[in-house]
């Protein structure tokens, strides 16, 4: 059943991303649809992450990251890599990273 399947995706946002509690809002919405995964800021002034759960709750996060972001931030594009069915959640909770 694919829609029972776990996935594991990576993620990168770019735009007005940073200082604009993107991560909290991340966080939030990832623990709302009960992913597990973390969110960090970068250098280059994006913020990267994973997710894992059910892969419908992750379709759902994945546009969530991609059209939605916090009320201040202002998303350019978002760039998803190393999507992959995984047999457990591999993850614990949902959290930023520093």
């Known amino acids: 059943m694919a829609e029972n399947r776990l996935v594991s995706v990576d993620f990168e946002v770019f735009g007005n991303v940073q200082g604009v509690c993107f991560r ?3 966080e939030d919405h990832g623990r709302s649809l009960g992913l597990s995964g973390w969110v960090k800021n970068t ?3 994006t913020v990267i992450g994973q997710v894992q759960g059910p892969w419908d709750k992750v379709s ?10 916090s009320p ?3 998303i350019d594009r978002a760039v998803f890599s190393n999507e992959r069915d995984i047999s ?7 959290s930023t990273r520093y």
């Open 60 to 69: 759902d996060m994945k546009h969530w990251l991609k059209s939605v972001g």
């Open 72 to 74: 201040s931030s202002r």
């Open 88 to 94: 457990k959640v591999e993850i614990h909770g949902f």
């Open 43 to 45: 250098r280059q002034g």
């Open 24 to 26: 909290m809002y991340t």
